[in-house]
């Protein structure tokens, strides 16, 4: 508004789609699944993407964008409350981000589930999800670690189906590829196998989580 200082303004991203976006260098592997051959892949030293945005895990939690409505107390709800960016991160280079969700974030966070790590085990994730007050627990949809000699992302949101029509989730997948292939790939955390296995379990079939 002319004279006042008073304005509006809309913040727009713009990706470049291509079908080099869905591409995944030969030096990496992608899985869904925790198995011998994965576990493997890293001991000897591979580069591996997990992707967990399957709701099968047992540590996990469905994602969602949008904040708990007013208060869990009256709307029992596990949605969390936003999250914290590491936007300087290196595997974010081509994903541009504030510190917090805008609107780039919903598709991928409305498909994705949220990760537990317990209290014992290292945490210094690239976005760390904040829970709600009555699930006051660490959370991330997307973290790194050394394993073994190998080095490991693990993603929870969905950065593979339907990417003709999800530009920011082709965007994200393409930065985190280009991020594993480069030399700037050095997590600085460092997780034993046994408790990448936990972490990483499935929910046994008809099984009912605990939330703690």
Not at 151 to 163: A, T
């Amino acid at each position: 508004m002319e004279g006042t200082g008073i304005r509006n303004e809309w913040p727009i991203w713009v990706y470049a789609l291509t079908e080099e976006q869905q591409a995944v260098q030969p030096e990496i592997s992608v899985t869904h699944t925790l198995d011998d051959e994965l576990l493997g892949k890293l001991e000897e030293g591979e580069r591996v993407l997990f992707l967990a945005h399957d709701s099968d895990l047992e540590c996990s939690a469905p994602g969602k964008f949008h904040p708990v409505f007013w208060s869990p107390v009256h709307f029992a709800t596990e949605n969390p409350c936003g999250i914290i960016v590491n936007c300087m991160h290196p595997a974010l280079r081509d994903f541009p981000t504030k510190e917090y969700a805008e609107y780039q974030w919903k598709d991928l966070l409305d498909s994705s589930v949220s990760l537990f790590v317990k209290d014992d085990l290292p945490f210094d994730p690239i976005v760390q999800v904040i829970p709600n007050f009555y699930h006051n627990r660490k959370l991330t949809n997307l973290t790194e670690y050394n394993v073994g000699h190998g080095k490991l992302v693990i993603c929870c949101m969905d950065i593979e189906s339907n990417l003709e029509v999800r530009p920011a989730a082709a965007q994200l997948r393409k930065s985190l590829i280009d991020y594993m292939s480069s030399a700037a790939f050095a997590p600085k955390m460092t997780l034993k196998t046994a408790a990448l296995c936990e972490l990483l379990k499935k929910r046994e079939p008809n099984s009912v989580s605990v939330q703690t």
